[in-house]
């Protein structure tokens, strides 16, 4: 299989209207600006050619600590609750299993205020 997780994810995120920019590449990322950003962390292959899991982290950066904690725990409950069964840019999502909840990590360089988290989504080619 050779689906990109990140990039039916953030196709899948782009569409659901969150106040935030969603990417899955840090350069389109300026300063200030609220991001959504999802990045493949690791995973494997569970079912010769047919089913996939991948680790997924997923970070939102913003100025303002309460925005930034809220999109994160909106983010987290549309992965966990909104995605398993769902067919999402040419992928069917067969579930997700949270490996860490969002935890506060403030960015040291920027200043900016970032939350992260990780899930486990597991997918086929729909």
């Known amino acids: ?14 569409s659901l209207g969150l106040n935030a920019r969603v990417t ?8 200030g600006g609220t991001t959504v950003y999802f990045e493949h962390s690791g995973g494997f292959r569970v079912v010769r050619d047919s089913m996939d899991r991948a680790e997924i ?11 930034c904690a809220d999109i ?7 992965l966990l609750e909104s995605l398993p ?3 999402v840019g040419g992928a069917l999502v ?9 935890q506060y990590f403030p960015d040291r360089s920027s200043r900016e205020h970032m ?5 486990a989504l597991f997918y086929v080619a729909d």
């Open 24 to 31: 899955g590449d840090m350069t389109e990322h300026t300063t």
């Open 1 to 14: 299989m050779r689906l990109d997780p990140i990039e039916f994810l953030v196709f899948h995120f782009r």
């Open 85 to 87: 069964n769902a067919a």
């Open 94 to 102: 067969l579930d997700v299993a949270e490996i860490s909840s969002p």
């Open 57 to 67: 982290e997923y970070s939102v950066y913003s100025l303002d600590r309460k925005e």
């Open 115 to 119: 939350y992260g988290g990780e899930v």
């Open 72 to 78: 994160a725990y909106r983010v987290r409950e549309l």
